[in-house]
């Protein structure tokens, strides 16, 4: 079983930056797309941003990009969400997910989760 563990999550002032960790368990096929989704207080989970291990191509909710940026670092196993200019409607849990599919945008094409990690932005 693939485990996903997500780190980086706290409290930040608006305008700050803040960045996500992301580490899976494994590299394979069945980790070959990583994504974030985030899931506001009392909303739907959305998605924010994924990556491609092999190519680093990337794909992320249209609203988000220019503030948000997903990377990887293929030498430690890692997926990074830098988010910057952040503000109050940023505020929820971020989720890190793995799946086969490389770029999905949607929550069914990911197999593995990890718990969440919470951020906040507040003054």
């Known amino acids: 079983q693939v485990q996903v563990r997500e780190s980086g999550g706290g409290v930040v002032q608006p305008w700050g930056s803040l960045r996500l960790s992301c580490v899976p368990s494994?590299?394979?096929?069945?980790?070959?797309?990583m994504g974030w989704f985030r899931q506001p207080p009392g909303k739907e989970r959305e998605f924010v941003a994924a990556i491609s291990w092999a190519s680093g191509g990337t794909t992320y909710q249209n609203s988000l990009k220019g503030r948000f940026t997903i990377s990887r670092d293929n030498s430690i196993n890692t997926v990074y969400l830098q988010m910057t200019n952040v503000q109050p409607e940023d505020t929820a849990t971020y989720y890190c997910?793995?799946?086969?599919?490389?770029?999905?945008?949607?929550?069914?094409?990911?197999?593995?989760w990890g718990q969440g990690t919470q951020v906040t932005v507040s003054s």
């Open positions: 494994e590299r394979s096929s069945r980790t070959y797309g």
């Open positions: 997910a793995a799946g086969q599919h490389g770029l999905a945008r949607r929550e069914d094409n990911y197999d593995y």
